[in-house]
């Protein structure tokens, strides 16, 4: 059974900066495309970063240039690394594991962490 868990979300001030992990269980990262995703409230989830077996990257547009993710396929766990935040990046972080090359989608992933709270005040 794959498990993936998110840690690293907190309270934090505008411009601040957080680092979310992801930590895969029962497979090996190297063989999946990790994406992040958010939702906020009342909102549908959306696309925030993906990174494919070897290094290719790509990021929404809100985040790019602020974010950046990265994955160690030893550790089995990937990092979204999330710099100068604004308070319309709060929501709730999910990361997920694929296979398809759809990856802006979040219905394209097989596997999904449980989330983690990311709450930035003005």
């Known amino acids: 059974q794959v498990q993936l868990v998110e840690s690293g979300g907190g309270l934090v001030q505008a411009g601040g900066s957080l680092r979310l992990s992801c930590a895969v269980s029962g497979a090996s990262l190297s063989g999946y495309i990790m994406g992040w995703f958010r939702q906020a409230p009342g909102k549908e989830r959306e696309f925030v970063a993906v990174r494919g077996k070897g290094s290719i990257v790509s990021y929404a547009d809100s985040v790019k240039d602020r974010f950046t993710m990265s994955r160690d396929n030893r550790q089995n766990t990937g990092f979204l690394q999330m710099n100068n935040l604004k308070p319309e990046d709060t929501a709730v972080y999910y990361c997920?594991?694929?296979?398809?090359?759809?990856?802006?989608?979040?219905?394209?992933?097989?596997?999904w962490g449980q989330g983690t709270q990311v709450t930035v005040s003005s």
């Open positions: 997920a594991v694929g296979t398809s090359y759809i990856w802006d989608k979040a219905h394209e992933y097989d596997y």
